[in-house]
């Protein structure tokens, strides 16, 4: 069965995540330049990660769809918590998209006989 959109909404999710993750980065570097220490950056890691364990997901759910489900469902998550704000748009497409790869049944198709 074709998961071209659990796999398209996944990778759009894990890119935007990097985007996130980036931009938590830079934002932590200036306010521990500032204020010689700061844990967004670590923050934007942790999101960094998530979101490259994200595209994973996307590219596994076409083989495994539970596995590449969870995935992308605990990436989702996540990121959310880890970015906050930075991270709602990644989530508004890994959570959505691992729910559908871990709950969507496949079509059974029967040949005539």
């Known amino acids: 069965m074709s998961r071209m ?5 996944g990778i759009i999710g894990g ?5 996130g993750a980036f ?10 330049a500032f204020n010689e220490t700061s844990e967004l950056g ?3 890691a942790s999101a960094f990660i998530f979101s490259s364990l994200a595209v ?3 590219v596994v759910v076409k083989f495994k769809a539970v596995l590449g489900g969870w995935l992308m469902l605990i990436s989702g998550i996540a990121i959310l918590i880890s970015i906050s704000l ?10 959505p998209a691992g729910l559908m790869g871990i709950f969507r049944k496949e079509k059974i198709q029967q040949e005539a006989a």
């Open 5 to 9: 959109t659990e796999m398209a909404l």
């Open 56 to 58: 994973v997901g996307a």
């Open 15 to 19: 890119l935007i995540g990097f985007g």
């Open 42 to 44: 670590n923050l934007g």
């Open 86 to 95: 930075f991270g709602v748009v990644p989530a508004l497409f890994l959570v």
């Open 23 to 32: 931009f938590a980065l830079f934002i932590g570097s200036v306010d521990a």
